[in-house]
């Protein structure tokens, strides 16, 4: 398994691959490396000829510099794990930040149409800025056939397919199920912040979603909203920040159902410092 460091290098590569007309599927990560990272890397060997997997904390994405500085940096036991998977297809691109950015670290200010001030994007102002910009980059760099989202990252994983049709980009976005322990909490790398008090509770999260989707086809959105509140003001643990039950299509929240619309239902709860999300189809 090769790792670069450096754009060049990665570029290189990955243009030799290409003149022998090999497909790259791209995985890119922030690190901190777990098995729904893996699902993700393993779903792209499968479909494609070579996988170039990223691992960039990257700074124009964090709102909160507090996070930002806590996100988990665990670059040596991400190789080995990556190293596990026992593929001679994978290329990891651990990059500086100055090798993504060059001298400029900003954002490109994006229109999603809309998507972007929804959930997420009212929560972390200029977060999916930092997401489409280091994304741009990053296609530009690897310019992969395929790229593999977790819709753990529901939203994101919208942003990024609108973002493509924006830039223009021959990049096909293949979304990804969520990988969860077998509490039901959702992978994440965050989980690794949460102390023993914090981990026994987080189960509600996904407890919580899997109960909104029962109940969905008779009781209202407002009636679920009132309900998963006072579920979480019950639990000492968690903090609700908000749930939405939204159109897939734009994600806007809804009060009242309409036919023929496919829903999902999205949270964010805070465990102390630590922000974790997760989401479910609901129909
Ligand atoms: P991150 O390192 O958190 O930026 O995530 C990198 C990619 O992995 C994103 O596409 C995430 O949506 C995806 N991902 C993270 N956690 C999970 C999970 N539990 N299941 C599936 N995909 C995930």
Redesign the pocket.
Known sequence: MQVHEKRRDLVANVAALKRDQKTVGF????????K??L??VERAIAENDIVVTSIFVNPTQFNNSEDLVNYPRTLESDVKLLSELKSNDIIVFAPSPKEVYGDQMSSINYNFGGLENEMEGKFRPGHFDGVGTVLKHLFTIVSPTRA??????FQ??QIVRKLVEIEKMPVQIIG?????EDSGL????RNKRLNEKQLKASPLIYKILKQAKKDFGTKSAVKLNEWVSLQLKKNEELKLEYFEIAKVSDLKSIKRKQKDTKYRAFIAVFAGDIRLIDNIALN
């Open positions: 995985v890119p990560t922030m690190g901190a490396l777990h729904g990272h699902a993700l593999y989202f977790g819709e753990k990252d994101q994983l990804c199920p969520i990988y969860r959702a992978l994440s790398s």
